[in-house]
């Protein structure tokens, strides 16, 4: 349980998820100090913060030791779209095991809870459906994804056994697809690919047959979970999902998305790369148990917000 003002260690505070929660921390009265070695996130989307007295940037890569003190810690560095995280695929594997061990070690030190934002991925390209946090997976180990996908389980694995074997107070939560303002218009992600593709009159790349499905969470229902698990007594370790079960194939996407637009684009084919998931819907029975929450922004209401966030943002640059 975070007291009323705290110094708050962000890893990935400069990416998307990361800048949203820098701000909702800051909002809710704690100091925070933002990591980020700016490999995939932005100064632009912490520009607005710099100014708060609360506020600290460090340029700072996890996979380096670093010394600080603070009373809580949510890890979050790592690329996470495919296209990122597959640029330098070592360095992605390095980020999510050894950027754990040195923020475990950390925790360690300081006696503080540190959360740790794990990822759907660890199921894999899952069988079991909706994904309950008791499945294990199924996950290829010498795939494209396979440097997210097994760092991301290792550093799941080092988590717990930080736990176990030192008591280290872990929170372990699961992301699903998550979208909203700040998302990189290059990043390669599906909601961002088709909007900024949608707002250009450009075509619409769908993967495959667009029958695969994924289920979109819009950003501030997704920091109100983190925020709320860290907010949980010690022994609350999860894993737990955090995403929005509404179920959406890829083809429905980009319609929802032109007809938003009021786009000229037109829907065009590419083939789906390697192992991409067929399926990916979260069961949130534990999150809206154990923290109460649960995501109240439709599909449609969260685009809305990101289709004007996107026109602002092509029409300067
Ligand atoms: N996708 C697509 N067109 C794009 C980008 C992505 O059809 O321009 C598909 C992709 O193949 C996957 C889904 O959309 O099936 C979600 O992709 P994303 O990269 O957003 O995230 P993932 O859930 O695969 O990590």
């Not at 695929?89 to 754990?100: E, L, M």
């Not at 503080?112 to 294990?136: A, N």
């Not at 699961?174 to 218009?185: A, D, K, V």
């Not at 950003?219 to 995403?243: R, S, W, Y």
């Amino acid at each position: 349980m975070l007291l009323r003002k705290s110094t708050v260690l962000v890893t990935g505070g400069g990416g998307f998820i990361g800048s949203h929660l820098c701000e909702k921390l800051l909002n809710d009265g704690h100091d925070v100090i933002c990591v980020d070695n700016f490999y995939t996130g932005s100064k632009n989307n912490i520009r607005h913060l710099i100014s708060s007295p609360g506020f600290e940037l460090i340029r700072h890569d996890i996979t380096w030791p670093l010394y600080l003190e603070a009373d809580a810690i949510y890890n979050l560095a790592c690329p996470a779209s495919p296209i990122h995280y597959q640029r330098d695929p070592i360095q992605t594997a390095k980020t999510s095991v050894i950027g754990a061990i040195n923020m475990l070690g950390m925790a360690k030190r300081l006696k503080i809870p540190i959360l740790q934002s794990s990822t759907s991925e660890v199921y894999g390209d899952p069988k079991v459906h909706p994904q309950t946090e008791e499945y294990w997976g199924n996950v290829n180990p010498i795939g494209p994804r396979s440097c997210y996908d097994e760092g991301k389980r290792c550093a799941e694995t080092l988590f717990f056994d930080y736990h176990r074997q030192l008591g280290i107070n872990i929170k372990v939560v699961r992301i699903f697809n998550t979208y909203g303002p700040r998302m990189q218009p290059d990043d390669g992600r599906v909601v961002s690919n088709f909007i900024v593709q949608a707002l250009k009159n450009e075509d619409i790349t769908i993967y495959g047959n667009g029958s695969q499905t994924r289920s979109f969470c819009f950003i501030d229902d997704l920091i109100e979970g983190l925020v709320k698990m860290m907010d949980t007594p010690p022994g609350v370790t999860g894993p737990i999902n955090l995403g929005n079960p509404g179920e959406f194939s890829v083809k429905q996407l980009a319609e929802m998305i032109v007809e938003l637009t009021g786009s000229k684009s037109k829907i065009v084919y590419h083939p789906l790369p390697q192992d991409d998931p067929v399926q990916r819907k979260p069961n949130i029975s534990k999150a809206i148990e154990i923290l109460d929450w649960k995501p109240s922004v439709q599909l449609k209401e969260g685009l809305e917000k990101t289709i004007e966030y996107f026109r602002e943002l092509l029409a300067h640059l």
